[in-house]
């Protein structure tokens, strides 16, 4: 076998409700855990090509197997150095990346960090201390070194917005692209809608859900945000009001990614997002 797509970034993009879908789909054969981080080399990635092929589903119906790592383009400094490595194993991988409202994505992160018991200071005090909220935003250094050695034929963007509000139109666009069939990721689009978007609480306790992640991936998803949602409620770290951004914290969170957004729209040749400034 060989993987023959991957959902690349970004982090807090619904890229795991996207991967949730194909997961189900079965002409699929999607990684497990969702994120196997193999080209990236996190701590708890595969070893070895045979460790990292035995992460798939091994479905006698598949056409495609693939994975969502957003590791890919969350490493900006060494994203040459996947961007090669995925290129090498396969230079006509798919690459699918999904794009956010910065500021939306930047509040999810940073609720995200503080649900872990990551972060304790205030949100504008974070932003301002932490490059990594406007680096996971700059979507342009994240992807140009992709767009260099593939080509934008082998890369889908998504907005997040599109995928939420224009569902259908996304869903056809990722099938054709990936050559499954629609009216199956349809149907199961269907019946699994209600609850995409609505199970976001990451793990509270990271060193157990890391520790013992190829097991906990096998619990059903409900399941599992259920136990999430304790353990961030036990820890006291669960956040009942996302962050109110302020207007001052907005412009400058915009001055640090104007440049970036003008390159992105320029390299991609997509139209300029309706939520930039």
Excluded at 123 to 144: C, T
Excluded at 193 to 219: H, M, V
Excluded at 224 to 237: C, M, N, S
Aim: charged share 30%.
């Amino acid at each position: 076998m060989k993987v023959g797509f991957i959902i690349i970034g970004a982090m807090k993009c619904a890229t795991t409700s996207l991967a949730e879908l194909l997961e189900m789909h079965p002409q699929v054969g999607f990684s497990r855990p969702k994120e196997p981080c193999f080209f990236s080399k996190a701590k708890h990635a595969p070893k070895t090509l045979e460790e990292y092929h035995n992460c798939f589903q091994n479905k006698e119906s598949a056409k495609i197997y693939g994975e969502a790592s957003t590791s890919y383009t969350a490493a900006i400094k060494s994203n040459r150095d996947i961007a090669e490595k995925i290129f090498a194993y396969n230079p006509d991988m798919k690459l699918i990346y999904m794009v956010r409202n910065p500021f939306d994505r930047i509040i999810s992160q940073y609720v995200h960090n503080v649900q872990r018991g990551r972060e304790k200071r205030s949100f504008d005090k974070a932003i301002q201390e932490d490059p990594h909220y406007i680096s996971l935003s700059a979507y342009y250094k994240q992807i140009k070194d992709y767009v260099e050695l593939f080509g934008m034929k082998n890369i889908l963007i998504i907005d997040f917005d599109d995928f939420k509000n224009k569902n259908e139109m996304v869903l056809k666009d990722v099938a054709a692209f990936i050559n499954i069939n629609y009216e199956k990721l349809s149907k199961i689009n269907h019946h699994t809608n209600k609850s995409l978007g609505e199970q976001k609480l990451p793990p509270a306790l990271d060193k157990y859900f890391i520790k013992y992640r190829s097991i906990i991936q096998k619990i059903p998803k409900q399941y599992r945000v259920k136990i999430k949602d304790v353990l961030a409620e036990i820890r006291g770290t669960k956040v009942k009001e996302k962050p109110k951004l302020k207007e001052e914290t907005k412009k400058w969170i915009w001055q640090q990614l104007e440049n970036d957004y003008k390159n992105f729209v320029e390299l991609t040749g997509k139209e300029r997002p309706h939520w930039l400034p």
